[in-house]
């Protein structure tokens, strides 16, 4: 059996996934869970309920069922620690996704935040898209090759 990848998917990527739950980042939410290891802190999962709590969504999905993917995430996700800070993303929100990432040894990123894909691969942790995860193979030796920067 393939050793589980250590991922860290953004806030977006996740709510996305569920409020959408055909759409690309639907599929790399259940890929994630599937096929890998999905790594959170207490921060970002405080963030991921606090963002699914709003009203806005209530048209895609009820507060039960957000609710409800609050407590999946929490069940199927390893929850790290932050013990190192960041502070290299221009964006300061996104700090926290990079904190998860360091501190939970991760070895890929999923979001579509243009502040995070800039950085790719930020600390030889590669960074991608949602359709190119889902895309990918699950192989975790060709992650290198997918952040498009050698080592």
Same mark, same amino acid.
């Given at each position: ?24 980042? #639907?599929?790399?939410?259940?890929? &994630?869970?599937? /096929?890998?290891?999905?790594?959170? +802190?207490? /921060?970002?999962?405080?963030? $991921? &309920? ?6 806005? =969504?209530? %048209? ?8 409800? =993917? ?6 199927? &996700? ?6 190192? &800070?960041? *502070?290299? %993303? ?23 935040? *243009?502040?995070?894909?800039? $950085?790719?691969? =930020? ?14 193979? *699950? ?6 090759? $997918? +952040? #498009?920067?050698?080592?």
């Amino acid at each position: 059996m393939e050793a589980r990848r250590r991922v860290v998917l953004d806030t977006n990527t996740l709510v996305s996934g569920v409020l959408l739950g055909d759409s690309v980042p #639907g599929q790399a939410v259940r890929k &994630a869970v599937d /096929e890998d290891l999905m790594l959170m +802190s207490e /921060e970002s999962l405080y963030e $991921l &309920a606090d963002v699914l709590s709003r009203k806005k =969504f209530d %048209c895609y999905l009820s507060v039960e069922d957000r609710e409800e =993917f609050v407590r999946v995430v929490l069940r199927v &996700a390893e929850m790290v620690p932050i013990v190192t &800070a960041v *502070h290299e %993303c221009r964006d300061k929100t996104d700090n926290r996704i990079l904190e998860v990432a360091v501190n939970g040894d991760a070895e890929l990123i999923v979001s579509d935040d *243009h502040d995070l894909l800039m $950085l790719n691969p =930020f600390r030889r942790i590669p960074v991608l898209k949602p359709g190119d995860y889902v895309q990918e193979p *699950h192989d975790a030796d060709d992650t290198t090759q $997918l +952040s #498009g920067k050698p080592d």
